[in-house]
C-alpha cells in the first residue's frame, strides 16, 4: 500500500507476556519514529531511525522495550513483560528523509492498540 | 524542556459556526509548529505547518498562524461542517528531525 502499515491493529496481552509490534513504513523513507499515545493524551515519542541506525531511543520508558530496523524497512517494537501501564496505542511514522537543513512530512500509521489485562 | 499546551476539549459546535482552538508552546529557540487531525478509525493527518514566527499555515479552510510575541498557534476555521469532527493536535519540532512534541488533543464535535 501507499501508507505507513502496522499490524496488528489490535493485540491483547496477558501482563508479563512479551509482545512485537509491526511497522511497514512508505517505501523509500529514510526516517522512521515510533510514539506511544496513553488514553486521551497526545502522542510521545519513543525512538527515531534513520535508515538502520537507532539515532534516538531517548524516549523509551524503559529497558523493557526495544525497537529495531535492521535492514533499514520495516521495524518492529517489542516490549517485555508488558505492564498494565505498557496499555497505549503505538503509532508509527516515517518520512522520506531529515536533516538540519531539510524536514519532510512525516506520515502516521493506523497505530497498534495494546490492551495488558 | 519543550511543551504543547492546547484548550481541552471536547469542543461542540453547529454547522456553519466559527472554529478556534488554542495552542500555545514552550520552546528553546526556533520550533516549526503544526497541526495534526485524527479522523475516527483513521491515522494522524497532517493538518497545516509554519517553520518561522508570522507564517500563517492554512489548509481545507482552517489558518493558524505562527505567533513569535506570544508564543501561540492558534486553529481558526470559519465555518465548520460536520465532516469536520474529529481529535485537534498541536504540535511543534524543535531540532534537526522531526521529532514532534504533541499538545494533549482536542476532540471537535459538529453537528448539523
Known amino acids: 500500500g501507499a501508507g505507513v502499515s502496522q499490524s496488528p491493529r489490535y493485540k491483547v496481552a496477558k501482563r508479563g507476556q512479551d509482545v512485537a509490534l509491526r511497522c511497514d513504513p512508505i517505501?523509500?523513507?529514510?526516517?522512521l519514529f515510533w510514539y506511544q499515545q496513553a488514553l486521551g493524551q497526545g502522542p510521545e515519542f519513543l525512538t527515531y531511525?534513520?535508515?538502520?541506525?537507532?539515532?534516538?531511543k531517548s524516549g523509551l520508558p524503559s529497558d523493557r522495550f526495544f525497537a529495531e530496523r535492521p535492514e533499514g524497512s520495516v521495524s518492529t517494537l517489542k516490549i517485555q513483560r508488558t505492564q498494565q501501564e505498557d496499555s497505549a496505542v503505538y503509532l508509527c511514522?516515517?518520512?522520506?528523509?531529515?536533516?538540519?537543513?531539510?524536514?519532510?512530512?512525516?506520515?502516521f500509521g493506523q497505530g497498534t492498540r495494546l490492551t495488558v489485562v | 524542556g519543550n511543551s504543547v499546551t492546547q484548550m481541552e476539549g471536547p469542543v461542540t459546535l453547529s454547522e456553519e459556526a466559527f472554529l478556534t482552538i488554542n495552542c500555545t508552546y514552550t520552546?528553546?529557540?526556533?520550533?516549526?509548529l503544526f497541526w495534526y487531525v485524527q479522523y475516527p478509525g483513521e491515522g494522524l493527518q497532517l493538518l497545516l505547518k509554519?517553520?518561522?514566527?508570522?507564517d500563517k499555515g492554512s489548509n481545507k479552510g482552517f489558518e493558524a498562524t505562527y505567533r513569535k510575541e506570544t508564543t501561540s498557534f492558534h486553529l481558526e476555521k470559519g465555518s465548520v461542517q460536520v465532516s469536520d469532527s474529529a481529535v485537534y493536535f498541536c504540535?511543534?519540532?524543535?531540532?534537526?528531525?522531526?521529532?514532534?512534541?504533541f499538545g494533549a488533543g482536542t476532540r471537535l464535535a459538529v453537528h448539523p
Open positions: 511514522a516515517s518520512s522520506l528523509r531529515d536533516s538540519q537543513l531539510v524536514n519532510t512530512e512525516a506520515f
Open positions: 517505501s523509500g523513507h529514510v526516517s
Open positions: 531511525f534513520q535508515n538502520e541506525a537507532q539515532l534516538d
Open positions: 520552546a528553546t529557540g526556533y520550533p516549526s
Open positions: 509554519a517553520t518561522k514566527a508570522d
Open positions: 504540535a511543534l519540532r524543535s531540532g534537526g528531525y522531526n521529532k514532534l512534541i
